[in-house]
């Protein structure tokens, strides 16, 4: 008879094991909140750094970080922290729910139904994370 764990899940199993050896403070790690550490730059900055900075006539921020969430979504919905980080950089420079919703369906077509979804998923708890900060 054979484990139902899959190799992946031993993986994370083990890893756990380590961190709680090297930290037991790791037990409770959340990634969620590692990422409130960093802080939502502001639009002026992302224009500074992500606009318009190669060329004046180049994309703006709001278009770089929409097309940043297309390959964050076409690698599978991965990495969620960046994935995370780049909705709620969005958002700040000017994207709409429909816009991120829309650049994360968009890609369905070339990435497949689960990385849509599962950016989808990931999106939408950052649009309900921020609906709550804004009251």
């Not at 031993?10 to 890893?15: E, G, K, P, T, W």
């Not at 919703?101 to 921020?130: C, K």
Request: charged share 25%.
């Amino acid at each position: 008879m054979t484990d139902a764990k899959t190799p992946f899940e031993l993986m994370m199993a083990q890893a756990q094991e380590m961190a709680k050896a090297f930290n037991p403070a790791m037990e409770t790690f959340n990634p969620k909140g590692f990422e409130k550490l960093w802080p939502t730059m502001p639009k002026d900055s992302m224009e500074m750094w992500f606009g318009r900075g190669l060329s004046k006539e180049g994309l703006d921020a709001k278009t770089r970080l929409l097309l940043t969430l297309a390959g964050l979504t076409m690698q599978g919905a991965q990495a969620e922290t960046p994935l995370r980080m780049t909705v709620r950089h969005a958002m700040e420079a000017g994207a709409t729910n429909d816009e991120i919703a829309e650049t994360i369906a968009q890609m369905s077509m070339f990435a497949g139904i689960p990385a849509m979804t599962r950016a989808m998923d990931l999106a939408r708890a950052v649009m309900e994370d921020n609906k709550d900060n804004e009251t």
